[in-house]
């Protein structure tokens, strides 16, 4: 499977945002998939997360009620709807897979890693 994702740019703070990772690959539909994001020296940091059927999700505490992870199998696609957004947000955001779902998981547990795109909030 390999993930490209797209969608960022810059924006005001209260702003939205609408995500997308493009997944090549005849078995998207059996990953799990999640969104990360990382700023630079720090780790990456798990964002959402969604089960292979769209039926688990699972959001980092700091963007719940904000952020909205979705998937459409069959567009190979699995997207990231960003409101309210804030300054804290800014980060390179990276779309992940996984064959095992979990609520949260890291970087290195990923099966697949994609290529990022950057989010810039300013105030």
């Known amino acids: 499977v390999q993930l490209q994702a797209f969608g960022g740019g810059l924006v005001q703070a209260g702003g939205s945002l609408r995500l997308s990772c493009a997944a090549s690959g005849r078995t998207f539909s059996s990953y799990a998939m999640g969104w990360f994001r990382q700023v630079p020296g720090k780790e990456s940091e798990f964002v959402a997360v969604?089960?292979?059927?769209?039926?688990?999700?699972d959001y980092a505490d700091s963007v719940k009620g904000r952020f909205t992870i979705s998937r459409d199998n069959a567009k190979n696609t699995v997207s990231l709807q960003m409101n309210s957004l804030k300054p804290e947000d800014t980060a390179v955001y990276y779309c992940?897979?996984?064959?095992?779902?979990?609520?949260?998981?890291?970087?290195?547990?990923?099966?697949?890693w994609g290529q990022g795109t950057e989010v810039t909030v300013s105030s």
């Open positions: 969604i089960s292979w059927s769209g039926s688990r999700l």
């Open positions: 992940a897979a996984r064959a095992m779902y979990r609520s949260n998981w890291s970087r290195y547990e990923s099966d697949y």
